[in-house]
């Protein structure tokens, strides 16, 4: 007898056993969550730990915007990222490996939705327990589906008619959240294998959806071509995918990627340099870039279309220039477009033999009038000491019906040559040139702040603060003028103008952009660091 209950007492032991192994161990394989994930889903990211920098990514503008972008409202977003009790449960959730994405059509509606799948290896099975004994207010069950029992939670603040949905299998939780619950039960059918998912149909892993910085806790991918609104016969945009490898509630820092062949983008040995450009424009652009000749030469054709792309490249080549610049100037320097004000595009390129440019513009021009029978000529302008030559339209076309301070112009100033959108910025510029202040506030230029390690075939740099100014008065002249031409019908595009007005507020803060492109001739990487890190 005594046998027999060392025996029995024997099996309840291993019994016991195994069922804690089972209840609080399973392998760690955290790539499983992209068998959750829907095959159309069209964003994903991925978090390491993302309970560590919750607050930080929810309440970053950067993030928020392109949460907006999609739909998200930024107040939620706020939210989220301080409420206590959504705190607790995402230090439970997140702490491991977490999936997000968002998918177009699923469930019994067909609606879009977020979905979530995170890694919490035995504590799944806990959390699954206490759900069916211990239910917390708010928590409703539902019968199970393929053997698994999922819940719908109300979650205060979320708006009408949206629901949270979760379910536990095989090591971790997954979600949903839209305005139909059933879209939880096509995660569990991806999960079974019944409907395809990333790893299913696509073969996905985790290293598909990094940029360049695989030990950065953050990535994410995004397919362009099917999230962005296209004209008909216009080529898809690529997929692109990202590494975050910093944030800050006021600071973002990683890497963008595509697969957009750019071999002269490659890193060279010598940085690019604003050279007299630093005296010429100081501290005045809201938007300023460089590139490398050779890296803007094969979108010229697409910008300008082939007869500009053809004329330019040749002035190009003749001065040997080996980089262009852009800025777009707002304020006293800024454009006007039929007396509404908007910013004006200031282009250049260094040129040696500056007094050959003009010669060889209204050759240009000449040419072109000849090809297209546009009927454009130069009028010489004296500003100081320099010309300026306005490009005037003698023939019925958008040049003739422009105001003379509206007109296109071009110059020479300090070994550049320069084309403007307007006349009246490009002799605003000029003019400033010759003053003190263009040399005492050379040293101001912010724009520059990257330049030194811009070895690449672009570099780029915003104030978006400045930018904001500028484009909400643009956005509200817009917007009034579509009101009173049909106040029914603008209405949808009045509300879309907000929500960039919104987009531009909550960037603003952030003070200012670098951005710095590469390529290794199939890739091509966009490095970017925005706001001011605190560390």
């Not at 024997?10 to 095959?39: C, G, H, K, Q, S």
């Not at 991925?46 to 107040?75: C, E, K, Y």
């Not at 490898?245 to 010598?270: I, R």
Request: net charge positive.
């Amino acid at each position: 007898m005594l046998k027999f209950r060392r025996k029995t007492l024997l099996l309840v032991a291993a019994a016991t056993i195994m069922f804690m192994v089972w209840l609080l161990y399973v392998p760690y394989r955290p790539e499983r969550l992209l068998r959750v994930i829907p095959a159309n889903a069209q964003l994903l990211t991925i978090h390491q730990n993302l309970a560590t920098r919750w607050p930080a990514m929810l309440q970053n503008p950067v993030l928020q915007s392109l949460a907006m972008s999609v739909g998200v409202d930024a107040f939620a977003l706020r939210t989220l990222a301080t409420d206590a009790e959504t705190l607790r449960w995402v230090q439970r959730l997140a702490a491991h490996d977490t999936a997000l994405a968002y998918i177009p059509h699923i469930g019994a509606s067909g609606r879009p939705a977020w979905v979530l799948a995170s890694w919490l290896g035995g504590d799944s099975q806990k959390l699954r327990l206490q759900l069916l004994w211990f239910p917390p207010p708010g928590f409703t069950r539902h019968a199970p589906h393929n053997g698994v029992p999922y819940w719908t939670v109300n979650v205060p603040g979320l708006k009408p008619g949206v629901q949270l949905a979760l379910a536990f299998v095989e090591g971790m939780v997954i979600a949903t959240l839209g305005d139909d619950s059933s879209a939880i039960l096509e995660l569990l059918d991806s999960s079974d294998g019944i409907l395809p998912s990333l790893a299913s149909a696509r073969g996905a892993k985790f290293s598909d959806y990094q940029c360049l910085a695989p030990s950065a806790p953050d990535h994410g991918w995004v397919d362009t071509g099917a999230l962005v609104q296209r004209k008909p016969n216009t080529p898809v945009p690529p997929p692109l995918t990202m590494s975050l490898t910093a944030v800050e509630p006021h600071y973002a820092e990683g890497n963008l990627c595509g697969p957009l062949p750019l071999p002269a983008a490659k890193t060279s040995a010598k940085p690019m340099e604003a050279g007299d450009l630093v005296k010429l424009t100081g501290n005045l652009p809201m938007v300023a870039a460089l590139i490398r000749t050779e890296t803007a030469l094969p979108s010229l054709e697409t910008i300008l279309g082939p007869a500009w792309k053809d004329e330019l490249n040749a002035a190009l080549q003749l001065q040997h220039a080996d980089r262009i610049a852009l800025f777009l100037m707002g304020g006293d320097y800024g454009g006007r477009l039929y007396g509404f004000r908007i910013p004006a595009l200031i282009a250049g390129f260094p040129v040696r033999a500056g007094e050959a440019m003009p010669g060889l513009l209204h050759g240009v021009l000449d040419r072109l009038n000849t090809q297209r029978g546009w009927g454009l000529i130069p009028r010489e302008i004296k500003i100081g000491n320099h010309t300026l030559y306005a490009v005037e339209g003698t023939r019925q076309n958008a040049f003739s019906l422009l105001p003379p301070e509206e007109l296109p112009a071009y110059t020479v100033c300090d070994n550049w040559f320069l084309v403007a959108s307007s006349l009246r910025a490009l002799t605003a510029l000029v003019a400033r040139y010759d003053r003190p202040e263009a040399a005492e506030q050379a040293g101001t230029a912010r724009w520059t702040d990257g330049l030194d390690i811009a070895r690449g075939g672009a570099y780029g740099w915003v104030d978006f603060a400045r930018a904001r100014d500028e484009l909400r008065l643009i956005i509200a002249g817009y917007s009034l003028k579509l009101m009173l031409d049909d106040p029914r019908k603008a209405a949808g595009q009045r509300q879309q103008l907000n929500t960039y007005k919104a987009w531009l507020d909550a960037l603003a803060p952030l003070g200012q952009a670098k951005l710095w492109l590469t390529s290794d001739g199939q890739l091509s990487a966009l490095r970017f660091e925005i706001g001011k890190s605190s560390k």
